[in-house]
């Protein structure tokens, strides 16, 4: 039987420290948001050459608008605006087609600010809602408040880690928050609490077979049961998520690293968060 | 050892069986082998007089076929309370006919609401010329008078509504002033009343006269809606159209007419559109990566479980084949971030055996035979794989937003996703525990025995 329990003060430095690296950045950094949230203009086009980058930036100079964004890849040209209306777009599009008539556009997007505020609005109630809903079954399922509790708030160790790194590699990378990083979000919650139910399963088998065994010793015990299966299962996710990240397209490319690293969280966290703070807890109740 | 029993032979048969068809059913339309062309088979049943036919081709979402999604405000302070849901009903069966002028097959218009906003999503699947419809939704609607031409209506009974009614007869939505539901007082029976202002009333007058007993037509956004026959000269500018209406039809009737231009203005607050060729592109890659993925795994349950990963890899494959093919049945719309869901499910499908197969190594290391630790692993991971997957059901729920509730997202991007990931959990509950497990009672005995 392995001592991991006796890992728990480098478990909670580990946390700790991720923890406040997270908090350093989300305030020093902030994030990048996407259209989504921001509201504004993407738009895309491929040309029928390989077009260069000033004489884009002078047709929308000429036109005074104010592009937040321009890279050029070869024949295709990322723009980022402010919020263009219908007219707008269908002038500067005339304006362009006269430097490149065959210009073709791959993707046009506005958003309105209101979306985006709807968006953060959503985003929050469906995450108290999954936690409400997942406290409430581990709860009920294994009879015991201070387990539900402690996957819930290994999940938001999970989430909070997950929007840290988003704001890391937003700051250095350019990552973006989306609509579908709220999803990668919400995915990790429950990636989160599967890895830990299963633990809990265990550690509640345990008890009922030797029900005077410490809980330090059933953690202990059930941990090196399923730690294995707890690795060798995110193995396979992982490998699936990460040749999406290298060989996927660009588009889901940060979607994939938001999961990607919602899964790794997820499996540390149910054991080096989630029973740690079980034991927590029923020291807790021992000393009253 | 006992022989495989025979209830455990034929549950392995027809999975085998399932699978094959499941194989059939996700072939491409048309494959050559061997320089010999194969067709995939039509799925359609005949029995007795019902027929059923389906469509086996993957549906693509906007982001990966193509196409715009546009989302209206719509501005409802304009009508009064009461009015307001009939007035919505008729905004969106205006643009809806409006979009299906555009030749838009599959094009969907939705109302929405948020916190009191009213919404319109107008989805344009493969849509080509954006601008052109942004311009053709928005506009005001055309409403026409045309005098019927009896020489065409008798000679064809099949001729066009525009061959039938040539002549314009000056009569447009702006000499209309309004469309009302009225009861016929001698048979109870709903009209729906026309009021022209007085130049309308003019040209009505000079109309009916050249088309007593003749039908006029009215045309709204070059569709016809009615075709009444005239019954009398009318000059005070009031005319009834009369017909088999029931209060519903004469009220949605009576809507589009006052609806010349739209009865609610909208005003375009997000637009997106996708190329094409960025699809594709999309899911190329997306499928390459999952390829890649997908050997990474059979690799790592072969090199970690040996006889029991192959076996776990071959559930793997049933997994993929019966997802795609509810995928294809259903239909589920697929998105990019549906490839992704999947291709997710596919790590955590796995989930499952690695449950299994490490509850059957534990019970082996307590002395038990092979056999019987294989069905104690199974029966034991039971619970957990059942707890585990609860959860993560409950979020892909969330997610879904099943019953449309406006305060969760309803966006199709995520929705997409979460119903792949939902799909993908049941099935995977199914292949890696069912299926698993009946595989290794036949396929497991035999090699033992060698």
Redesign the interface.
Known sequence: MLNIMKFRPLFLFVSCFLFLVSLYSIFKWGFKYSIDFAGGTIW?L?FSQDIKETNLNKIFADNKIEINSLSINGKIADVKLKLI??DE??KY?SEIKKVDPDV?????????P??GK??I???I??II??SL??LI??GT?FKDFSFGASAVLAMFHDAFILVGAFSLLGHFFGAELD??F??AL??T???S???T??TF??IR?LKRKNFRLEWVDLANQAVS??I??SI??S??????????V????L??RW??MA?LIGVVCGTYSSTAVAIPLVLFWKKLKLQK | MNPVNQKTLNIFWTIIGLSFICLIINLPPKFTVFGKTFYRPDFSINFGNYSFKKDLNLKYGLDLAGGASLIYDINTTTTSKENISSALESLKNNIERRVNLFGISEANVKLTSQSGQNRLTVELPGVEDVNQAIKLIGRTAQISFKGENTKVTEATSSASFAEAFPTDTGINGSHLVKSTVQINPNNSEPEVGLEFNPEGAKLFEKATKEYLNKRIAIFLDDVPITYPTVQSVISDGKAVINGKFDIKTAKELSAQLNAGALPLSINLISQTTIGATLGKNSIDKGVFAGLVGLVLVFTFMIGNYGYLGLVANISLIIYGLITLTLYRLIPITLTFPGIVGFILSVGMAVDSNILIFERMREEIRAGKPWNVAMELGFGRAWDSIKDANTCTIITGLILFNPFNWNFLNTSGMVRGFAVTLIVGIFISIFTGVYVTRNLLRVLAKKNIQK
């Open positions: 895309q491929q209306t219908q777009k269908l599009e073709k556009e791959l993707r046009f997007e506005t958003v309105g209101i979306l709807e968006l609005q959503k985003t109630i469906a809602l999954s809903s997942l079954f581990i399922k609509a579908l709220v999803t919400l995915t919650l429950s990636a609490v599967h890895d139910v299963v399963d265990r088998e049961e399923v294995v299966r060798n299962n193995m396979t996710i992982i490998f699936m998520l990460l040749s999406l290298v060989l996927g397209g588009t889901t979607f994939a999961l």
